[in-house]
C-alpha cells in the first residue's frame, strides 16, 4: 500500500480545484461520511441536481480534499457513452495493464474493470462518471469492488440503481459568502444578499455575474437594473428554455456586455457552442480551413491576436473555462444550449457547419502513424455533439472516415462501429448508396465488424460495399480492392477456405495491375493468399510467398511495427506447419522478442506470435517451455481479451493440448469441452474449426480410456471436414489418424487397417514423404498391421519410418520414442487466425 498524500495514481484530466469554491461543507462531509461508511458493501454515490448548481465543482473538491484516502483519483466524462471505454482504457498502463494500443480499447477497458473490482494492485480507489444522464448507457461500465465511484446527473433515476445525494441552489449564505470571494469583501451583505436572491442562488448564474463585475467594474445596482430588463427579454422570448430563469437572464446580460467589448469573442464562443461539452483543443481555431468559411470566422482564424484576446475574455467573463496548461477551453453544456436556442434554424446550420471545417482542418493525415493518435483523441469527443454525419461537405466526410480509422487502429472498435453506422446512415439517405462516401463508409463498418468477430455480418457487409465499389470505381480501383482483401478475410471467416483463395488469387492479380512491385498494397494482397494456401494444406506455395512477403517487409524502413510483426509471424507458423519444427521454434523465438522490446508483451500480435511460438516448441519436443508459454498466453488472453474472442479461444486449445501432452488429461479434458462449445458462437456449427476442436476432445475421451465415445465424435468430426474440405486435407487426415486409433483401441483391427492405410496415402501425397504427420500415419498403420499378424510387412515399415523420424525430428523426440516403443501417436489440431 502506498504512502498517505497524494495518490499514486493521478488523471491529468482532473479539473483544477477552484479557487472560488465556498460553502458546501455540509454536503461534502454528508457525501463523505456515507461513501466512508459502506465497508461490507461498497455501494457508488451520485450528485444530481438540474443544470449550473455546481455538481461538477463538488466532485472536484471532493476528490482534492479527500485524495490522501486513495492511490488511484480517475475523472472520467461520461456525457457520450461511447467514450467511457476509452476513458477508463487510458487508466490501464497505471494499473500495471497493456495500453489500449496493445489490445484495443473494449477489451482494455474489461480489464481495467476487472482489476478494478479484484483490487489488485490498488484496492483504494475513486473513479468519478462526470455528467452521466443515462444509467442504462454505463452502469455497465461502473466497478462495483473495494474502491469507491461518484457519479454527477441531472437524471433523478440514478436513485434506482445507486445511492444518491441531492445538490441544490446555494443556501443564502453560501450565496453572500461566495460572492464575497469572487467579487470583493467590500461588497456589502446586503448587495450580496439581493444579488442572490434575483438569481435564484443558482451557482453557475453566481459565477457569471461575479465575473461580470469583476471584470466590468458593474454596480450592484446597474447589474440588477440590467438584470431585470434581460429578464424581461427572457420572458417574451418565442420558446422557452428548460433552465433556470435567472441563469437565462444572467447569461444574457454577460454576453451582452461581451459584446459591447469584444465582438468577435461572441462569435467565437457562439462556435464553441457547437463542440462537446468536452475541453476544446484552442489550436482547432489555429488550424482552421484556408477558405469555405464566413467572414466572422475567417478574422478569427487569421488573427491570432485577437483569437487570443477573445478567449482570455471569454474566460474572464465566466463563459468558458480556460485551461493555459492544456491550452483548452470548455464551455458549460448549459451555456452552449443557451447559446444554440439564441440563433435561428439556418444561424444554427451555419455555425455547425464552420464547426465541421475546423474539425476536418484540425484532424492529421493518417491515423496509422500513432504519432497523430493524441491529436485524433483530442477531436472524438466532439465528432457526435457536432453532428458530423449531417455533413455532405466531401473534406469533411473525408476527415470523418479517418476519425472512424483511428478509432479502429487505436481498439476503440464499439466506438468505432457506432460513428460509422450513423455516417453511413445519414450519407446514404443524403447521396445515395452508390456515393464514394458511402461505399467507403460501408467498407470501414465491414472492416470493424470483423474486427469486432461479427463474421457473418461483415461479409454481408463486405459483399454489398464490394459489389457498389466495382461497378462504381471500377474493379482495380485502389478502394475496390481495399474492400476486396476485407471480404477475403471474411470468407476465411466463415470457412470458406477454396472460395478464399480463388477469389484472392483475382485481387492479387488486381494488386499487381495496379501497384508496383514493392508497395505496401501488394504486399499485403500475397499475404492474405499466403494465408489461403495455408488454410487449404498446400504448405510449401504458402511458405514461399509469406518468405517473399516477409523479406519485402524487412527491407522497407517505414513499415509499421505490428504489420512486420504479423507478416513475420506468419512466416514462423507456416514453416512450423511444414513440419520444420526447430526452424519455426528459432523463427518464433526470435519473433516473440520482436514483439516483447518493440510492441509490448501483452500486445495483441506479440501474443499471437507467442502462442504459435508455443505449439512449435510442443511439437518440437520441448514441452515444458510450451508448457509455461501456452499457460502464459492462455491466461493473459483470457485476461485481456475476454473466454468468447476468437484469439482466446486459439489459445485456450493450445493450452489443453499442451496439458494432454503433459499428462494433465482430465484439466485438459475440461477446458477443451468448454472451448468446443464456445466455438459455434463464433464461428458457427459447421465451420472447420469446430470440428477440428471436437476431434481434440474425442482425442481426449480415448485418453480417457472412453475409446467409443472418441469413435463417434471423431465420425462426426470426419465426416463434417469431409463435406466443408474434403479427406484430402491437413486436419481431415489428423481426425482420421486418431478415429484409426480409437478402431485400434475398439478391436476393429480391419476398419483401422483399411482407414490408415487410406490415410498414409493421402498424407504421403499432400503433405510429403517425411512430414511428420505422414510419419506417423506409417507408425500407427506398423502397429495395426502387427496385430493383425503381418509382422514381416510391418517390421519393414516401421524401420523406414524409424530411421526417417530419426533424421527429421532426431532420436530424442517424443515422436521417435513412442514410434520405436510400436505405440500409437496422437495427433491435435491447433486453429490458426483468420
Not at 504458402?542 to 509499421?560: F, K, L, N, P
Request: negative net charge.
Amino acid at each position: 500500500m502506498t504512502q498517505r498524500g497524494l495518490p499514486e495514481v493521478w488523471s491529468e484530466k482532473i479539473p483544477p480545484r477552484n479557487k472560488n469554491f465556498t460553502g458546501r461543507d455540509d454536503l461534502l462531509e454528508q457525501l463523505h461520511a456515507g461513501i466512508a461508511s459502506d465497508v461490507t458493501a461498497v455501494v457508488p454515490h451520485a450528485l444530481h441536481g438540474m443544470g449550473g448548481v455546481g455538481k461538477t465543482q463538488v466532485a472536484v473538491e471532493y476528490a482534492w480534499r479527500y485524495s490522501s484516502e486513495y492511490d488511484v483519483v480517475w475523472w472520467i466524462s461520461a456525457d457520450q457513452e461511447l467514450l467511457v471505454p476509452g476513458a477508463l482504457a487510458a487508466l490501464a498502463p497505471r494499473l500495471g495493464l497493456p495500453p489500449a494500443k496493445a489490445v484495443g480499447i473494449d477489451d482494455t477497458a474489461a480489464a481495467v474493470l476487472h482489476t478494478l473490482r479484484r483490487g489488485e494492485p490498488y484496492d483504494r480507489w475513486l473513479l468519478i462518471f462526470d455528467n452521466a444522464d443515462r444509467p442504462e448507457d454505463i452502469n455497465q461500465l461502473i466497478p462495483r469492488g473495494p474502491g469507491h465511484v461518484l457519479i454527477t446527473s441531472r437524471n433523478q433515476q440514478w436513485r434506482s440503481v445507486v445511492e444518491t445525494v441531492p445538490v441544490d441552489v446555494f443556501t443564502q449564505g453560501e450565496s453572500v459568502q461566495f460572492l464575497h470571494k469572487r467579487v470583493s469583501n467590500a461588497l456589502r451583505d446586503v448587495d450580496a444578499r439581493r444579488l442572490a436572491d434575483e438569481l435564484g442562488h443558482l451557482p453557475l448564474a453566481l459565477e457569471q455575474a461575479g465575473a461580470l463585475q469583476a471584470e466590468a467594474g458593474m454596480s450592484v445596482e446597474e447589474y440588477l437594473q440590467q438584470l431585470q430588463k434581460h429578464m424581461s427579454d427572457t420572458l417574451h422570448m418565442p420558446k422557452p428554455l428548460d433552465y433556470p430563469l435567472s441563469m437565462t437572464a444572467a447569461w444574457r446580460l454577460s454576453v451582452s456586455q461581451l459584446e459591447q467589448q469584444l465582438s468577435e469573442a461572441v462569435e467565437l464562443l457562439r462556435y464553441c457552442a457547437f463542440f462537446g461539452p468536452e475541453p476544446i483543443p484552442v489550436d482547432v481555431f489555429r488550424w482552421g480551413p484556408k477558405e469555405g468559411v464566413d467572414p466572422g470566422l475567417r478574422q478569427i482564424l487569421d488573427r491570432p491576436l485577437l483569437r487570443s484576446n477573445a478567449i482570455r475574455v471569454i474566460g474572464r467573463f465566466a463563459l468558458a473555462k480556460v485551461d493555459p496548461d492544456t491550452r483548452t477551453l470548455q464551455v458549460h453544456r448549459l451555456i452552449q444550449a443557451l447559446l444554440r436556442a439564441d440563433l435561428s434554424d439556418d444561424e444554427q446550420d451555419n455555425y455547425r457547419r464552420g464547426v465541421h471545417l475546423l474539425l476536418a482542418s484540425a484532424a492529421p493525415g493518417s491515423p496509422g502513424d500513432e504519432a497523430t493518435w493524441t491529436r485524433f483523441s483530442e477531436l472524438v469527443p466532439h465528432v457526435a455533439p457536432a453532428d458530423l454525419a449531417s455533413t455532405r461537405d466531401p473534406k469533411v466526410r473525408d476527415s470523418a472516415l479517418n476519425m472512424v480509422r483511428y478509432l479502429y487502429m487505436s481498439g476503440q472498435h464499439q466506438t468505432g462501429r457506432a460513428f460509422v453506422e450513423s455516417f453511413l446512415k445519414q450519407w446514404t439517405q443524403d447521396s445515395g448508396p452508390d456515393d464514394p462516401h458511402s461505399i467507403d463508409a460501408q467498407a470501414q463498418l465491414g472492416t470493424v465488424l470483423r474486427e469486432l468477430g461479427d463474421y457473418p455480418k461483415a461479409h454481408e457487409t463486405d459483399r454489398s460495399a464490394l459489389e457498389r465499389a466495382s461497378e462504381v470505381f471500377g474493379p482495380e480501383h485502389p478502394s475496390t480492392l481495399f474492400i476486396a482483401q476485407g471480404f477475403g478475410g471474411d470468407l476465411r471467416a466463415l470457412g470458406d477456405f477454396n472460395e478464399a483463395r480463388r477469389h484472392d488469387e483475382e485481387v492479387l492479380r488486381g494488386h499487381e495491375a495496379t501497384y508496383p512491385p514493392d508497395h505496401d498494397e501488394l504486399l499485403a494482397a500475397k499475404n492474405n493468399l499466403a494465408l489461403d494456401y495455408a488454410l487449404i494444406s498446400n504448405y510449401q506455395l504458402a511458405r514461399a510467398m509469406h518468405e517473399e512477403v516477409y523479406t519485402a517487409s524487412d527491407r522497407m524502413s517505414d513499415i509499421s511495427k505490428v504489420v512486420y510483426l504479423l507478416r513475420y509471424g506468419n512466416l514462423a507458423r507456416v514453416v512450423r506447419l511444414c513440419g520444420d519444427y526447430e526452424n519455426a521454434c528459432d523463427l518464433g523465438e526470435d519473433a516473440h522478442a520482436f514483439g516483447v522490446q518493440e510492441l509490448d508483451v501483452e500486445h495483441w500480435v506479440t501474443l499471437r506470435t507467442a502462442k504459435d511460438r508455443s505449439i512449435a516448441l510442443r511439437r518440437a519436443g520441448r514441452v515444458d517451455d510450451a508448457t509455461q508459454l501456452a499457460e502464459e498466453v492462455y491466461e493473459r488472453y483470457k485476461r485481456l481479451f475476454g473466454p468468447g474472442h476468437p484469439d482466446t479461444l486459439a489459445a485456450a486449445m493450445n493450452h489443453a493440448n499442451t496439458l494432454r501432452t503433459t499428462g494433465q488429461i482430465n484439466t485438459a479434458f475440461v477446458l477443451a469441452l468448454d472451448t468446443m462449445n464456445r466455438y459455434p458462437q463464433v464461428y458457427g456449427q459447421e465451420h472447420p474449426y469446430n470440428h477440428g476442436c471436437a476431434g481434440n476432445l474425442a482425442l481426449l475421451h480415448r485418453v480417457r480410456g472412453d475409446a467409443e465415445s472418441a469413435r463417434k465424435l471423431n465420425e462426426q468430426c470426419l465426416h463434417g471436414l469431409d463435406i466443408r474440405l474434403t479427406r484430402d486435407h491437413h486436419y481431415s487426415l489428423v481426425v482420421a489418424i486418431n478415429l484409426a486409433s480409437d478402431l485400434t483401441m475398439l478391436g476393429e483391427l480391419s476398419g483401422a487397417q483399411s482407414l490408415s492405410e487410406d490415410t498414409y496415402e493421402r498424407s504421403r501425397r499432400l503433405m510429403g514423404e517425411t512430414h511428420p504427420l505422414t510419419l506417423g500415419c506409417a507408425a500407427n498403420l506398423s502397429v495395426v498391421m502387427r496385430r493383425l499378424g503381418a509382422e514381416e510387412k510391418a517390421e519393414e515399415l516401421l524401420s523406414r519410418t524409424l530411421e526417417q523420424y530419426r533424421r527429421v525430428l532426431g532420436p530424442e523426440h517424443p515422436d521417435t520414442v513412442v514410434a520405436g516403443e510400436a505405440r500409437q501417436l496422437d495427433f491435435d489440431f491447433d486453429p490458426p487466425p483468420i
